[in-house]
């Protein structure tokens, strides 16, 4: 991506970021809350569309060419609008079909991600009635039906339990290995200095570190090079009030 920008009214959300992912890496973006991190990866998935820059996924420009450009991501959005109405087994079927399938392959590939994402016993139920946790993993299942070359993750792990947490990244690491690149963003700084090999730090709007993850950690650990990076901890003072219990 390159001088990706985008504004909502006076607020500068994303500022001018230029940012290069090498095929097959296993990329984290992490930031503070409000950070720019969801807005990035919506234009760059073609959700949003930006107020000035490009982004080209495999030699492909996004936002010139969605159409041919979408078919080489899958997404897992931060706010997930699925179609809840479905049962599982209902949203994967559409998912694939919609993105061109045909029937077997579907059914083929829908019965290899239930068992890996372990959702066997939820997948004729409602969407709309599974819980935080399943409702991530049947929307990643769906994301990844039509084996793109590039997933987008926002926030994958967020309300997934540790058990699966460790299936999805098992899953995600033999993808990489095979030559799929996978972009997520996280708040785990454990998780993405284990996992990933490269990080970018976005902080207000801006790229303030990225690379390989060991040119951005140095001798530290990610946390603490976030942390520094974000301006630090804040002293938990002027909260006295909160120790004097109201009754
Ligand atoms: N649709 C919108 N309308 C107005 N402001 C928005 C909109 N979407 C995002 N913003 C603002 O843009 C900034 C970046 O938001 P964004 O959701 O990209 O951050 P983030 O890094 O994903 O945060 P978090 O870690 O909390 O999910 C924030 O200040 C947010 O309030």
């Keep these: 991506m390159t001088g990706l920008s985008k504004r909502f009214g006076d607020k500068v959300a994303v500022d001018a970021i230029d940012l290069s992912v090498p095929t097959g890496s296993f990329y984290g973006i992490v930031g503070p809350n409000g950070a720019g991190k969801t807005t990035t990866l919506s234009m760059v998935t073609g959700l949003l569309r930006p107020d000035s ?3 080209t996924v495999h030699g492909i420009d996004v936002w010139k060419e969605p159409e041919r450009a979408k078919r080489s991501i899958g997404v897992l959005p931060d706010a997930l609008k699925l179609f809840d109405r479905l049962t599982g ?3 994967l079927y559409y998912s694939g079909v919609l993105r061109g ?3 077997d392959t579907v059914v083929k590939r829908s019965a290899d991600l239930v068992t890996a ?3 066997d016993d939820a997948v004729n139920r409602l969407v709309t009635d599974y819980s935080a946790g399943m409702t991530k993993k049947i929307a990643l299942a769906a994301a990844m039906i039509h084996s793109p070359r590039l997933l987008v993750l926002d926030e ?3 309300s997934v339990d540790p058990v699966s947490a460790a299936n999805l990244i098992e899953i995600l690491q033999r993808y990489v290995e095979s030559g799929g690149t996978v972009v997520l963003s996280s708040h785990g700084m454990d998780f993405i200095q284990r996992v990933c090999d490269h990080v970018a730090v976005i902080v207000g709007g801006h790229v303030l570190a990225s690379g390989t ?3 951005v ?3 530290q650990t990610l946390e603490d090079r976030f942390v ?3 301006g630090g901890r804040k002293a938990a003072e002027g909260m006295e009030w909160l120790h004097s219990f109201s009754d």
Excluded: H, K, N, Y
Aim: no cysteine.
């Design 228 to 230: 520094e990076l974000a």
């Design 213 to 215: 993850m060991d040119e």
């Design 53 to 55: 820059g490009t982004v």
């Design 89 to 91: 087994a209902q949203l």
């Design 217 to 219: 950690r140095g001798e």
């Design 101 to 103: 399938l045909d029937r």
């Design 117 to 119: 994402f372990g959702i």
């Design 156 to 158: 994958p792990f967020e």
